[in-house]
């Protein structure tokens, strides 16, 4: 009994052996010749730099900031002068939830066509793993955003729903003459 445990173990011990053996180990020419192809991401950064025209970059920094604005940000047309500032409250509140889903892109997708189907809002991507929400608005009360809840379904946001949340108001402050000199 016991000499056939030890042969077993021995054959055990040698297949172990042999198939660590035939393993050969990667070499830095191996890791350069990778299968995947060559993408743009995947160019050593020389080449990208070799590459590089900046003068097709060339844009009025004005144009870049309109195209890079978000809804949530105040555009400057709403700090009318030097006088006054915007100031933002975090507090509890309500929104409507207009999608949930686990694609990042479909939520950004959604976003954008949110916020030209309704422009007098802020619509805010949440992300509470596993999903992003995309919700609209900023209510201090229930009352308010389901008075809104119709406009969103009349948008094509049938399965809108109210939710609670933490919402950001912002409010419009005078600045007084002491404030300014400083």
Known sequence: MMSRSISQLVILLTVFAIGCGSAERPTREDANRSERPVTPRTLPLAEVERTLQPSRYDEDPAETVKKQRTPSEPASSDVPDPSTRIEEEIRQGFR???????????????????????????????????????????????????????????????????????????????????????
């Open 96 to 182: 409507i939830q207009i999608l949930s889903t686990s694609s990042i892109n479909d939520a950004n997708r959604e976003r954008l066509a949110a916020a030209q189907k309704l422009p007098q809002d802020s619509v805010y991507i949440v992300f509470d793993p596993p999903v992003y929400k995309v919700r609209v608005g900023d209510f201090r009360t229930r009352l308010d955003a389901n008075r809104m809840l119709p406009v969103c379904v009349s948008a094509g946001y049938e399965d809108a729903w109210v939710v609670s949340d933490r919402i950001t108001l912002r409010k419009r402050v005078e600045i007084r003459q002491e404030e300014q000199r400083q």
